[in-house]
């Protein structure tokens, strides 16, 4: 009979490693959420390496663009769900793994059942209100969630929310970002990123990974570690703790398609968050109102009747908009146009 554990040999001759931090891999249970550029080689070596139950939860599909840093994917994935293909490609690395895929959007709710299922959290999604949302969810469970960003040249990667030995638990994303989903930084397909990046601070991630599972104490909580691969520059900043206590999570705001918004745009009060030059060059008709003027139009929002759909390039500053007038008119219908409306006019 095979040695089960033969293809792990080079990890388990490690000192301090062995055969019982790999049964530790054996049976950890790892969600993933987002199989993007971090999700990707973050999954695929946490399959190498042995862990027990990998859940990976994504609700895209892969497109020709993804390909220069989703290295998991090929042409012939285009169109298809990024969680089916990844599972298929996942347990054909290493089929003693067990792939759970979940094609979903996160949402307030339903990330509590999901994140419950298992020991520990990666997140390497794009947008900020997920980000909070899973941080939020996490630490209302009590469950470490290993965060990586990257943009343009510049990655980043901590442990939040890890219980300490004392009893307390480690800094948490609110902590180090508070109001962040008032940030207005654009994500990979507006602002760009090196593809190399997304495998460093990806793989990074699934090392922080690795040693949560296996007891080392030297993990990243509590500190924020951040590179910039055109310099080669690696640094590691001390965090604490400032954030109010997290008692609640907040809203999802919902995402309606095109396709649904075309053939029902007579039942919406429809707004263009993006620049009057963005609006000028194309939309899709409704009220050009920029985010960051919202608040000048709240009066004129207040009279709204109808359900809101508001749309932008991406998708990004219309959740943030939509997030805005959510808090000011908690009794409103605010849908997010999913995906903004760049694949219609790039």
Not at 288 to 298: A, C, T, Y
């Amino acid at each position: 009979m095979s040695d089960p554990f033969e293809r792990y040999q080079c990890q388990m001759v490690l000192p301090e490693f062995g055969i019982s931090s790999q049964e530790l891999l054996q049976n950890a249970r790892v969600l993933i959420v987002g199989m993007g550029g971090l999700g990707c080689p973050s999954a695929q070596y946490l399959a190498s390496s042995g862990i027990g139950t990998i859940g990976i939860a994504d609700d895209d599909i892969v497109s020709l663009s993804n390909l220069h840093r989703q290295i998991l994917y090929t042409p012939d994935d285009v169109g298809l769900f990024k969680v089916d293909v990844a599972a298929k490609k996942l347990e054909q690395q290493n089929p003693s793994v067990s792939v759970q895929p979940y094609r979903l959007r996160l949402s307030s709710s339903n990330v509590m059942d999901l994140i419950s299922e298992f020991d520990l959290i990666i997140e390497g999604t794009d947008n900020f209100e997920t980000k909070c949302l899973l941080n939020d969810a996490c630490v209302l469970a009590g469950k470490p969630l290993i965060y990586g960003a990257i943009y343009q040249y510049e990655g980043q990667v901590s442990v939040w929310n890890m219980l300490q030995k004392d009893g307390s638990y480690s800094t948490n994303y609110r902590d180090v970002f508070p109001n962040v989903e008032e940030s207005q930084v654009p994500n990979c397909r507006e602002g760009g990123v090196i593809p190399t990046l997304a495998g460093i601070v990806g793989c990074m991630q699934a090392n922080e990974a690795i040693k949560y599972v296996t007891g080392s104490e030297d993990i990243l909580a509590g500190k924020l570690w951040m590179m910039n691969v055109m310099s080669g520059r690696t640094q590691i900043i001390k965090l604490r703790k400032t954030s109010a206590p997290i008692t609640e999570l907040q809203q999802t705001i919902p995402l309606i398609t095109f396709e649904y918004f075309k053939e029902n745009r007579e039942n919406f009060k429809i707004i263009d968050v993006r620049t009057a030059q963005e609006h000028q060059d194309f939309n899709i008709g409704g009220d050009n109102i920029p985010v960051e003027n919202l608040h000048d139009h709240f009066q004129i929002i207040s009279a709204v009747s109808q359900p809101i759909v508001v749309y932008c390039q991406s998708g990004k500053r219309s959740a943030e908009a939509a997030r805005k007038i959510k808090k000011t008119f908690p009794e409103k219908e605010v849908f997010s146009l999913k995906g903004g409306i760049g694949k219609l006019h790039p």
